[in-house]
T-cell receptor, first 113, second 113 residues
Framework: GAGVSQSPSNKVTEKGKDVELRCDPI?????LYWYRQSLGQGLEFLIY????????KSGLPSDRFSAERTGGSVSTLTIQRTQQEDSAVYLC???????????FGSGTRLTVV | QQQVKQSPQSLIVQKGGISIINCAYE??????FPWYQQFPGKGPALLIA?????SEKKEGRFTISFNKSAKQFSLHIMDSQPGDSATYFC????????????FGGGTRVLVKP
C-alpha cells in the first residue's frame, strides 16, 4: 500500500484481556518500529525490527508485551493481561534500510477499562 | 543520557508570526535530529531534519537551528498559518542503537487567525 496501515484504529478491552495490534509496513521497507504515545506525552520506543536481524526489544515495558514480524512484512504487537496503564496510542513506523526517515501509521488507540 | 527535553509544552501565535520550539539533549553521540508534525488522529510525519555538522537548515517556512556546543536545536516556523496548528516533536538518533529515535515531549502549537 501507499502508507503504513494499522489495525484496528480503536480498541477497547477489559482489564486482564489479551490484545493484538497489527501493522502493515510500506512494501519494501525493511525496518519496522513500534512506539507508544500516552495522552499528551511524547513517543516511547518499544521494539525495532531490521530485516532478518534479531529485534531490539529494549523498550518493551514488561514481559506482558511481545511482538513478532512474519515474513519480513506484517508485524503484530501483543499485550497480555492488559492493565489500565497500557491505555495509549500504539504507533507503528517503517523505513527503508538505509534511510533515516520514518513513515508512521495513524496508530491504534487502546483503551483498557 | 538518552533524554531529549522539549519546550514549551504549548504555544499560541498569531497568524503571520514566528513559532519557536526548543530542544536540548545530553548525549553527544546523537547523529541525526528530525522534527515531526502530528495532527489529531494521525501519526507523526517527518517535517525537516538536520545532522550535527550543519548549523542551520531551511525548508520553506521551516528552519532548524543547531548549536552543537550548547547541545540544543530549535524549530522556527516563519509566517505561521492556521494550518500549522499541530503538535511538534523533536527527536534524536543514536547510530549505535540502530535507527530508533528518542523523542521530546512535544509542543502543541495553535495559530490564531
Amino acid at each position: 500500500g501507499a502508507g503504513v496501515s494499522q489495525s484496528p484504529s480503536n480498541k477497547v478491552t477489559e482489564k486482564g484481556k489479551d490484545v493484538e495490534l497489527r501493522c502493515d509496513p510500506i512494501s519494501g521497507h525493511t525496518a519496522l518500529y513500534w512506539y507508544r504515545q500516552s495522552l499528551g506525552q511524547g513517543l516511547e520506543f518499544l521494539i525495532y525490527f531490521q530485516g532478518n536481524s534479531a529485534p531490539d526489544k529494549s523498550g518493551l515495558p514488561s514481559d506482558r508485551f511481545s511482538a513478532e514480524r512474519t515474513g519480513g512484512s506484517v508485524s503484530t504487537l501483543t499485550i497480555q493481561r492488559t492493565q489500565q496503564e497500557d491505555s495509549a496510542v500504539y504507533l507503528c513506523a517503517s523505513s527503508p534500510r538505509l534511510s533515516y526517515g520514518y513513515t508512521f501509521g495513524s496508530g491504534t488507540r487502546l483503551t483498557v477499562v | 543520557q538518552q533524554q531529549v527535553k522539549q519546550s514549551p509544552q504549548s504555544l499560541i501565535v498569531q497568524k503571520g508570526g514566528i513559532s519557536i520550539i526548543n530542544c536540548a539533549y545530553e548525549n553527544t553521540a546523537f547523529d541525526y535530529f528530525p522534527w515531526y508534525q502530528q495532527f489529531p488522529g494521525k501519526g507523526p510525519a517527518l517535517l525537516i531534519a538536520i545532522r550535527p555538522d550543519v548549523s542551520e537548515k531551511k525548508e520553506g517556512r521551516f528552519t532548524i537551528s543547531f548549536n552543537k556546543s550548547a547541545k540544543q536545536f530549535s524549530l522556527h516556523i516563519m509566517d505561521s498559518q492556521p494550518g500549522d496548528s499541530a503538535t511538534y516533536f523533536c527527536a534524536a538518533r543514536l547510530m549505535a542503537a540502530g535507527n530508533k529515535l528518542t523523542f521530546g515531549g512535544g509542543t502543541r502549537v495553535l495559530v490564531k487567525p
